[in-house]
């Protein structure tokens, strides 16, 4: 992908329906994983080399806010080497505003300078997305936190380690775990965080900082324990596989019929979505870092609520929407980590599903077929689940503003084709 992502390109892509899928998809690396990780690098003077870095438009942005801070970032395939001898610590609103995700740049910046000045995040499609329980941490941590003219302004002259609470009113936060580990590595100190973020995607993180020198203890639970440092040095690291983009693979293998082999995955990470899978009657087998589904006869109709993980990930709630859409029965879905995060089911309506949405929760009565409709895309699972949503639809889904898929699904078009799907791209 090229640097016109950035530009939000107004591709389409046009769904043809009805094929099914066969053959082998290989997983990318997490987005989720390689983001933090990257403003990581920004804790050290010395390079830090990243592998299995995803080609997607969210990781262009934060290259850029890194070379706009002052970092060298070489890009190699999926392999990127970046050296933070020299930075400043302001970050352009530009390149911020267009990823919420540009608010982890915060930890590393005032665990290293001790200031930082990053803009607010704005409102999001998938609901209000504040970011207190970051700001809590660091003010825990002796920082004063100031929001001027849509910035957040931090200054941490001595940073102290302290116990702190992480966990908010829709559970523990990811990034915010993941922002006060990074800044917590360099106080002075030990840091407790209670009610931390258990995803793969912390432990991911954590295990990068401990490559880097950091001393952390209890990463993947929810009391994770830093010890200070005064340094940290270079390192290298190979990010873990995209539990998510797997898990919309295996929901494309589901949704139509066929035979799917996922390599270089991490079933572990994903046994919240194999498990409602086998009992609605698919057929998985999990290898070290594979997993295969085929179908099992029927489709059933099931009933879930997305949690923090190890629970089932809001991050797959649209897809399995799409799943149940024309599954047998009536399945009921509650989104319990964003309660808005329904902007999917108005376009699935489109296509003739039948969703009554009652608050935060989804009553879905499954139809035998959906039918191909010209769709919007209005944030990124919800896009990937109209691109699930096409393969088993009648005739040609027309999905606009496909710039959302761009931005977490690597070639997600390519490499549907590749098993047999019918996919175009119409340039714009
Ligand atoms: N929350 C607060 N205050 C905060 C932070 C979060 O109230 O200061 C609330 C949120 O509004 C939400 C809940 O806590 O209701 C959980 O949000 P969290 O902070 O965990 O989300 P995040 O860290 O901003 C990451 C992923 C999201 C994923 C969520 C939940 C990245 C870059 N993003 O976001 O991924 O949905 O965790 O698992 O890691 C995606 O990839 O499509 C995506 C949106």
Request: proline share 4%.
């Amino acid at each position: 992908m090229s640097n016109d992502s950035f530009s939000q390109n107004m591709d389409k892509i046009l769904v043809h329906g009805g094929h099914t899928l066969e053959g082998t998809v290989r997983i990318s690396g997490s987005k989720n994983s390689a983001l933090p990780i990257l403003a990581a690098s920004l804790l050290t003077r010395d390079s830090c080399t990243i592998h299995r870095v995803p080609d997607l438009s969210d990781i262009h942005y934060m290259l850029t806010i890194l070379s706009e801070l002052g970092c060298d970032v070489e890009r190699a395939s999926g392999t990127v080497k970046i050296n933070a001898d020299s930075i400043t610590t302001a970050a352009p609103y530009d390149i911020v505003r267009k990823m919420r995700a540009s608010v982890c740049i915060l930890g590393p910046l005032i665990g290293r300078e001790k200031e930082a000045t990053v803009s607010l995040p704005g409102g999001c499609v998938i609901g209000d997305r504040p970011i207190d329980l970051h700001l809590r941490g660091f003010e825990a941590l002796g920082a004063a936190v100031r929001v001027v003219q849509g910035n957040v302004k931090v200054l941490a002259p001595q940073l102290r380690g302290a116990t702190i609470n992480m966990r908010g009113r829709f559970g523990s936060t990811v990034l915010g775990t993941d922002n006060l580990m990074m800044a917590a590595v360099l106080a002075d100190g030990t840091t407790i965080i209670d009610g931390a973020a258990e995803e793969p995607e912390v432990v991911d993180l954590a295990n990068f900082l401990q490559k880097m020198g950091a001393k952390i203890e209890g990463a993947g639970s929810s009391r994770i324990i830093i010890e200070g440092v005064k340094k940290l040095h270079g390192c290298e690291h190979t990010v873990i596989p995209d539990r998510i983009e797997a898990g919309t693979f295996l929901i494309a293998g589901a949704i139509s019929g066929g035979n799917l082999l996922l390599k270089r995955v991490d079933p572990s990470h994903l046994g919240a979505v194999i498990e409602p899978l086998i009992k609605s009657g698919y057929h998985i087998e999990s290898g070290t870092d594979t997993l295969r589904i085929s179908p099992n006869g029927n489709r059933k109709s099931m009933k879930l609520e997305t949690e923090p993980f190890p629970g089932f990930p809001t991050d797959m709630q649209a897809q399995m929407c799409a799943l149940l859409a024309g599954s047998d029965g009536i399945s009921v879905v509650t989104e319990n980590v964003f309660p808005q995060r329904y902007m999917h089911v108005a376009e699935l309506k489109r296509m003739g599903a039948d969703i009554e949405l009652q608050g935060a929760t989804a009553v879905i009565r499954g139809v035998p077929k959906l039918s191909g409709a010209p769709v919007m895309a209005s944030d990124l699972r919800a896009s990937a689940a109209l691109v699930l949503a096409g393969l088993q639809a009648d005739g040609i889904t027309e999905i606009n503003r496909v710039y959302h898929i761009d931005r977490g699904y690597e070639s997600i078009d390519e490499k549907l084709n590749e098993v047999g799907a019918h996919i175009e791209r119409v340039k714009a």
